[in-house]
């Protein structure tokens, strides 16, 4: 079903498609450009959060910190591809790509972490969101994904390091 965006300044002429059958709900350019994809419980995680502390907090379990780390993440069919972290936490990993997998699509992920490079984690992921152009010039397209499988080992260095790096932020 697609819903024409009329009023809401700023964003007139987009047009929003939910599909039911993947529980997805997409945003489309004026022009018909994909522009993103939500699965439908990023809508209601973001819907059910007030402000922007509460959405963070509400949307994740673990804290996320900017961090840039090589990974590989493999797909289903087996395709591989390298690519660069846009943030990381205990939960997941935004990934860096100019052609995002859809919400939804099991993956594999490969990855080390900066203080400890010659040790990889390998985690199983599942694609949360997705962001298909970049935003304010400074958010690079992606897709967020969700741990659904991961070491408790290198979970618990995700958390220190996220925590390290967190607080080292707030002390500059």
Same mark, same amino acid.
Do not use: C
């Given at each position: 079903?697609?819903? #024409?965006?009329?009023?809401?300044? !700023? #964003?007139? /002429? ?13 945003? *489309?350019? $004026? ?16 819907? @059910? ?8 907090? #509400? $949307?994740?379990?673990? +804290? =996320?910190? +900017? @961090? $840039?780390?090589?990974?590989? *993440? ?11 972290? /846009?943030?990381? !936490? ?15 699509? &099991? ?5 080390? @972490?900066?203080?400890?490079?010659? &040790? ?7 694609? $949360?969101?997705? =962001?298909?152009? +970049?935003?304010? #010039? @400074? ?27 967190? =607080? ?5």
């Amino acid at each position: 079903m697609k819903f #024409h965006v009329i009023t809401t300044e !700023g #964003h007139e /002429g987009k047009v929003l498609e939910m599909n039911a059958d993947q529980e997805v709900v997409t945003l *489309y350019s $004026a022009t018909g450009g994909l522009l993103g994809t939500l699965s439908w419980g990023a809508v209601i995680e973001q819907s @059910l959060a007030g402000d922007d502390d509460v959405r963070f907090a #509400h $949307a994740r379990s673990h +804290p =996320r910190a +900017p @961090l $840039a780390v090589k990974v590989r *993440y493999t797909t289903p069919e087996g395709r591989q591809f390298d690519s660069l972290t /846009g943030g990381i !936490g205990a939960g997941g990993l935004f990934i860096e790509s100019s052609a995002p997998l859809a919400p939804g699509t &099991e993956i594999s992920v490969e990855f080390a @972490l900066p203080d400890r490079p010659w &040790e990889k984690h390998t985690a199983k992921a599942k694609v $949360a969101w997705t =962001r298909n152009k +970049p935003e304010r #010039h @400074l958010l690079f397209p992606g897709m967020g994904v969700q741990f659904t499988n991961i070491d408790e080992k290198a979970r618990k260095e995700l958390v220190e390091l996220v925590d390290a790096l967190n =607080r080292s932020r707030l002390a500059t």
